[in-house]
């Protein structure tokens, strides 16, 4: 049941593509059709330092000190690789893994940001959450945990069938309140409609703050 969310988002997204920019037009291409996971091997997660700022800074706050209700496996984890023009290879990588009440967690993190709006990070999540269900069973086989994660034995094919939460978490201050005020009409309605669609085929989705669950 859980999959059949794909179709009427995509076409929600298709819908609307006049409101979405280039990049977002290509993370609605990637829910629809992910990337492969080909190559990568993560070493150590590196410890934070007085240059990281903002969302980076954010994010190893959260994975070194969250309480205990959220345990954060493992951070900026490959889950796909596309080819540059130059034939490098470019990983896209989630966020933050980790579980809550005992279910999986699959989180996109957003601070202070005022170019993309929850409809661009939700399409981000999305396309997180369907390479995630495809690639599971290699990302299983290439053991892909960082080498000092806090949980290297999890199973990517149990986040992606065990009905996983898809979070997407921002800061009150800095995101949340200005995108209350700023969220254009249209942009909120493709944004509520795919909210819709993902409830009906049973795929939760939770929006929080940086206190918890969002009222």
């Given at each position: 049941?859980d999959?059949?969310?794909?179709k009427e988002?995509?076409k929600?997204?298709?819908?609307?593509?006049?409101?979405l920019?280039?990049?977002?037009?290509?993370f609605?291409?990637?829910?629809?059709?992910p990337l492969r996971?080909?190559?990568s091997?993560?070493?150590?997660?590196g410890k934070?330092s007085d240059?990281n700022?903002g969302?980076?800074?954010?994010?190893?706050?959260?994975?070194?000190?969250?309480p205990?209700r959220?345990?954060?496996?493992?951070?900026?984890l490959p889950i796909?690789q596309?080819?540059?023009?130059?034939?490098?290879?470019i990983?896209?990588?989630?966020?933050?893994?980790?579980?809550?009440?005992g279910r999986?967690?699959?989180?996109?993190l957003?601070?202070?940001?005022?170019?993309?709006?929850?409809?661009d990070?939700l399409i981000?999540?999305?396309?997180?959450?369907s390479?995630?269900?495809?690639n599971?069973?290699?990302l299983d086989s290439r053991?892909?945990?960082h080498?000092?994660?806090?949980?290297?034995?999890f199973?990517w094919?149990?986040i992606?069938?065990n009905?996983?939460i898809l979070?997407?978490r921002?800061?009150e201050?800095g995101y949340?309140?200005y995108?209350e005020k700023?969220?254009?009409e249209?942009?909120k309605?493709a944004?509520?409609a795919?909210?819709?669609?993902?409830?009906?085929s049973g795929?939760?989705?939770q929006i929080w703050?940086?206190?918890?669950l969002?009222k």
């Amino acid at each position: 049941m859980d999959m059949n969310w794909k179709k009427e988002v995509y076409k929600i997204l298709k819908d609307n593509e006049k409101l979405l920019d280039e990049r977002h037009r290509g993370f609605v291409d990637l829910i629809n059709t992910p990337l492969r996971f080909n190559l990568s091997k993560p070493k150590e997660v590196g410890k934070p330092s007085d240059s990281n700022s903002g969302e980076t800074k954010w994010q190893r706050e959260l994975y070194d000190s969250e309480p205990t209700r959220v345990l954060w496996y493992d951070i900026e984890l490959p889950i796909g690789q596309k080819q540059s023009p130059k034939s490098r290879w470019i990983s896209t990588r989630v966020d933050m893994i980790g579980e809550l009440d005992g279910r999986p967690i699959i989180c996109e993190l957003k601070k202070c940001n005022k170019k993309e709006d929850p409809l661009d990070a939700l399409i981000q999540l999305l396309a997180y959450y369907s390479m995630i269900k495809q690639n599971a069973k290699l990302l299983d086989s290439r053991n892909i945990h960082h080498t000092n994660a806090r949980n290297r034995e999890f199973r990517w094919v149990d986040i992606a069938k065990n009905n996983p939460i898809l979070m997407l978490r921002a800061d009150e201050e800095g995101y949340w309140s200005y995108w209350e005020k700023s969220f254009t009409e249209p942009r909120k309605k493709a944004f509520n409609a795919m909210m819709d669609a993902c409830k009906r085929s049973g795929v939760e989705i939770q929006i929080w703050n940086k206190r918890g669950l969002r009222k």
